[in-house]
């Protein structure tokens, strides 16, 4: 092995590298290319007959945080209203919830609608069919939750965020929950 002729050919590939046209934005610019992207990183905790505490981020196509907290995390349904959905994680698990940490799972369709800005949401303010949390892949009953006639309450900060708090939550094997997720925006 001739060292000399190694280092160089290394010194012409690097020459090489050197001519060849570059495509990174200049420093301090952003590439105009990527969308901007909010994020709500969230933590749970769930107490009861499951017991975890986990966290996860919800990475929105919403560009900012003021945009989320004067419109929502979702633009307007089919009755016009805004929504702000409850942050969840990344599905991965075929429809089960997502990973929150620890080997658990978390997914929930509450929201606040209609969303008119920041503040607090209770009653009639929220909507939800249902909660899972740690459900098995392909169960149909098993640690989903129904939400009864109070869902719980959310409040939505003027910076994005904020909290959901519920409690009493049954499944049908009479598991009961109660828990928080509070998130920030980021």
Partial sequence: MDLAKILAGA???AVV????????PARGTQDTNVPKMAVLHATITITGGLTFTGAYDDR??????????????????????????VPVPLDNTGGDGG?????HTFTTDVAASPYHGPGTYTGSGLTATQMDV???????DTHIFAFPTSVGTMIVNPDASGSF???GL????SVTISGQVSWTCS
Avoid at 61 to 83: E, L, N, Q, R
Avoid at 170 to 173: I, R, S, Y
Wanted: proline letters at 11%.
């Fill in 17 to 24: 590298i050197l001519f060849l046209p570059a495509t990174v």
């Fill in 60 to 85: 929105l196509t919403v560009g900012t945080c003021a945009d989320i907290a004067k419109g929502g995390t979702h633009g307007p349904d089919s009755d016009g209203d805004a929504m702000f959905y």
């Fill in 165 to 167: 708090k519920f409690e």
């Fill in 170 to 173: 049954q499944d049908p094997g």
């Fill in 11 to 13: 010194a012409s590939a």
């Fill in 134 to 140: 740690d459900t098995p892949p392909g169960s149909q």
């Fill in 99 to 103: 990973p929150v940490g620890g080997g």
